[in-house]
Structures are given as structure tokens and as C-alpha cells.
């Protein structure tokens, strides 16, 4: 902006007929003279008060400067800037024109590198609301295919597929490295679209929009079952699951997939962990499912069979390399196989991920041999299943009534020990009242009989005291894991039942 109104001039012989044609009055040479500043020549080097005209200048009041000076700056908007704010508003403008001159424009590149198909679709995502500089609106054609773009933060591209995704800042210049997806929404490529069933363990619901199943960033998880919380990648929490250090159950998730879809399909016609108590052929090894209609073993591989570096301890044996995982894998086969296992199924679980494990499943012998297709399976409650802790669900059924160990690993088709691990393991969380003592009192509080005098007990413990010997012994006995517990003076062998137990085999 030009703040002075009158300037103070001499006469001199180059513009002393350009002054008088203005109407001012010759006198003489060097003589100073007052004239309005509109009438001063462009080329004037007559000094001027100016000031600068953007509004968010620091130092708006400049010091005088050259009138001369003065018009080769002003813009076409008519206002002048000082040199530093001309630079914020104009200098990329103008760096951009610059680089045009060398260069292609993102348009250009975009039809000369991909097919016309994704070419169109890119013009199609380019917001023009918001790709603005100064006022202007940017096209592809104003902008280098190297670009950094608004602010050296990209230029805003739309959703197709999503309105309601919104637009975001992607940076043309990666993209014209050869990185193709980063041009791409990132909501759509979010968890909330690609793996929603994962959205449970999130803390912060909106980062299932702002993350992709791939991502390594690390965000705040909280258990669903017991509400433990930790940092954790995305990608890992896709390809592991949570795995909860509190209320874990140990079992796998491919076991737990692979247990609710047998289910679905066969109830309870089907044995999991088979072992040398179902065959003694087993020996040491465990394999995970056996379907006996179909002389069937099912084997759940994780990413420690695939790959090396994801060795654990098993239940049984230390595996010490990847080689000798792979080793086990083939003897435990060939065992099987030598033991007329007619059908032996691998099932590839390396991710633990509804869509790998499903894919793996249908492309297996299993459908064709269990008479399925893709469309009979509840796949999503078979990942339901597999998220939960069974130690939640030992608990609940503990809760709902059923106080027998016996009961519930019968129900679930997991041992006695390990049902009663699980419930002192919900005791800590508080999840149940479960209370050893008490259940193995109630035991020895248990009426019995002694099969060898027929003498009927009200309680282990009196049993105990007449013949100087362990309850221990005397429930396994009535549990038919011993054939005798104590002995009579002259050494017979005493034999016991529960008495209930002893009612119904006479009847």
C-alpha cells in the first residue's frame, strides 16, 4: 500500500516537459516543487512511504524505498507485499511454474505411466474444494509430478467407494516412486473395513480408522475378557491375536478355530488332543484332532512350521530349530500313517487371521471328506470363539452352577487338571468362587463302601481312620485309576466304590 500522498521533486532536464504537460509551472533547474504521487513517473527513484499489504505481516510499516522499486513488486491483485510474505504467498506459485517449465505435471505423468482406467480414476479423486493455494483452485495439470504439495503435506484426493470417508492429504511425489498404494484411502484399507472382527481389543475406537491390518504403529489393546491393557502392533495383533498374559487359556487360536467349526459340523463326534491314553501307538506325541468316523487326524501348523526364527517349547518336548520341527512334523505323519490313519490333514494356520485360516480350511481335503461347503460354516463365530478365553468360559460355567471339574471337562473336552488351573486362574481375576479346599473336602465328605467287607462309610475320612491309610488312595480308588487302597491285617487287599456309584451297579 502507497502511503504518501505528495512527494517533493526537482527540475531536471529529463522529465521537465513530462512535469509541465502534468501542469506544473517551470522555475528553474534543481528547484524542489510539490507534486501529487499519482503524477510521479514509473521509473522515479524518488522515495516513498509504503506498507505492506498482507494482514498477516510481522512489520507491516516498511522504510521508504524507491518508487521505481515500489511498482516492480506489485502483484496482479494490485497490492504490494513485502519480501518476505510476497515469498510465502507467491514463491511456491512461482517455484511451481519454474519447475513446470523443466518438468511434467502430475497429469501428464499419471496417462503416460499407468492405463487410461487408473489414470481417470486418480483425476476422478482429486478434490478441487480443496486443493487451493492463494485463492487459486490446483488441477493436476498446475502441479509437478514430484510435487510435495500444500505445505509440503500432499494434496487432497476423495473416496470413491466411501463419501462418508472424506478426503486426505496423500503425497503425489511417493506415489510417483513406484509406492502405488499410497495413494490409496486409508479408512478403506483400515481395520474397521478389512478385519472388524479385531475391533474389540482397540481402546480408542477411531484408530480402527486410521490404521491398516498391516500396520506396525503401536496402540493401547485392552483384553475384552478381563480388561488388561498394553501396547501392541496392529499387524501382530492380525497375524498372533492378543494373547492375554492374564487370563490366557494357552490354546492356540488355529486349535480354537479349527475345535467351534468341528463342532458345527459333528457336536461332539470327535476327540481333541489325541494322545497315548486314546491310542498307545501315540507314544509322547499329541496330535490336535481325531474324527473317528472318517479315520481322520487334523494337525493346526502355526508360523513356527513355516518359518524359521518362530520356535517355542512344546508341551512335551523342547524344539530346539526350525529342522527339527519340521523332523517332528514328518514322524509324527508317518507314525500316524503306520498306524492306519487313513486321512492326514495340515492345515496351514501360519496367521492367525479369520480369512487365512478359512481360506486354508476349504482349500484342505476337509470339506470334501466331512460332506461341507464354505456357506455351512458360522465362520465368524468360529473366530468369536478362538478371540475368547476358555478360562472365561470355565468360569461362567462354574458360576452357572455346574461346581463339578469332572463335569466341565467333560462339556469341554479338556482335563480335570487343567479345568481346575483355569478356575484358580479365575479366582485371581475374581470370576469365580471356586475353592480347592472345599472341593476336594467334599470328596472325602463323600459316602462310600468298601467292595472287600462291605462295610458302608459316611465319609472317606472314617475310612481313613479305621484302616490307617490315604484318602488320596482311596478316591483314586473309587476312581478306578488304583485297584486297592489299605489292606486288612491278614494283607487283603481292600477294593472301594462311592456309594451312588455302587447303587446303580446293583440295580
Known amino acids: 500500500m502507497l502511503l504518501s500522498k505528495t512527494v517533493i521533486v526537482k527540475w531536471n532536464k529529463r522529465y521537465r516537459k513530462y512535469y509541465v504537460e502534468k501542469g506544473y509551472p517551470f522555475t528553474n533547474y534543481d528547484d524542489e516543487f510539490i507534486i501529487n504521487i499519482e503524477d510521479l513517473p514509473n521509473g522515479s527513484n524518488v522515495k516513498v512511504d509504503v506498507k505492506c499489504d498482507c494482514d498477516d505481516c510481522n512489520n507491516p510499516y516498511l522504510k521508504p524505498m524507491r518508487f521505481q522499486n515500489y511498482n516492480k513488486y506489485i502483484h496482479d491483485d494490485g497490492k504490494y507485499y513485502c519480501k518476505k510474505c510476497s515469498i510465502k504467498l507467491y514463491g511456491k506459485e512461482n517455484e511451481l511454474k519454474s519447475k513446470l517449465k523443466n518438468s511434467i505435471s502430475f497429469y501428464d505423468w499419471c496417462y503416460n505411466n499407468l492405463p487410461k482406467e487408473e489414470a481417470d480414476k486418480i483425476m476422478e479423486r482429486w478434490d478441487y474444494e480443496l486443493n487451493i493455494r492463494n485463492g487459486k483452485i490446483l488441477n493436476p495439470k498446475d502441479v509437478t509430478y514430484r510435487s510435495l504439495g500444500l505445505d509440503n503435506k500432499g494434496y487432497w484426493f476423495k473416496c470413491l467407494k466411501h463419501k462418508d470417508h472424506g478426503s486426505e492429504l496423500k503425497h503425489i511425489f511417493n506415489f510417483t516412486k513406484k509406492q502405488k498404494d499410497c495413494l490409496d484411502c486409508k479408512k478403506c484399507n483400515s481395520i474397521a473395513i478389512t478385519h472388524p472382527e479385531y475391533c474389540i481389543y482397540l481402546v480408542n475406537k477411531e484408530d480402527a480408522y486410521k490404521y491398516s491390518y498391516g500396520s506396525n504403529k503401536k496402540i493401547l489393546m485392552k483384553c475384552p475378557n478381563c480388561g488388561y491393557e498394553k501396547k501392541m502392533n496392529l499387524n501382530t495383533l492380525i497375524s498372533k491375536n492378543f494373547g492375554c498374559i492374564r487370563c490366557s487359556d494357552n490354546i492356540s487360536f488355529p486349535e480354537k478355530f479349527m475345535f467351534n467349526l468341528l463342532e458345527q459340523l459333528l457336536n461332539k463326534e470327535f476327540k481333541y488332543q489325541l494322545s497315548k491314553k486314546d491310542f498307545k501307538w501315540c507314544n509322547n506325541y499329541k496330535y490336535d484332532f481325531y474324527i473317528d468316523k472318517i479315520n481322520c487326524i487334523i494337525e493346526t501348523h502355526g508360523l513356527q512350521h513355516y518359518k524359521e526364527g518362530f520356535e517355542r ?121 471356586y475353592d480347592p479346599n472345599i472341593s476336594s473336602s467334599r470328596a472325602k465328605t463323600k459316602k462310600i463302601i468298601c467292595l472287600t467287607t462291605n462295610e458302608i462309610f459316611d465319609s472317606i475320612v472314617d475310612s481313613c481312620k479305621k484302616y490307617n491309610t490315604y484318602d488320596s488312595n482311596i478316591i483314586k480308588c473309587c476312581q478306578n485309576k488304583v485297584k486297592s487302597a489299605g489292606k486288612l491285617e491278614d494283607g487283603t487287599k481292600l477294593q472301594w466304590m462311592y456309594y451312588d456309584q455302587y447303587l446303580k451297579t446293583i440295580q
Open 313 to 433: 517349547i512344546n508341551s512335551l518336548r523342547h524344539v530346539k530349530n526350525f529342522k527339527e520341527t519340521q523332523q517332528n512334523d514328518k514322524s509324527k505323519e508317518m507314525l500316524a500313517r503306520d498306524n492306519n490313519i487313513k486321512n492326514y490333514i495340515i492345515i496351514d494356520c501360519r496367521y492367525s487371521e479369520l480369512e487365512w485360516i478359512k481360506n486354508s480350511i476349504i482349500n484342505s481335503e476337509l470339506p470334501k471328506l466331512l460332506n461341507f461347503k464354505e456357506e455351512n460354516i458360522d465362520w465368524l463365530k468360529c473366530h468369536e470363539y478362538a478371540c475368547n478365553s476358555l478360562v472365561k468360559e470355565v468360569c461362567n460355567m462354574w458360576n452357572n452352577g455346574i461346581k463339578s471339574t469332572k463335569e466341565i471337562a467333560k462339556l469341554l473336552r479338556i482335563s480335570i487338571g487343567t479345568i481346575i488351573k483355569y478356575l484358580k486362574q479365575g479366582v485371581k481375576l475374581d470370576w469365580c468362587d
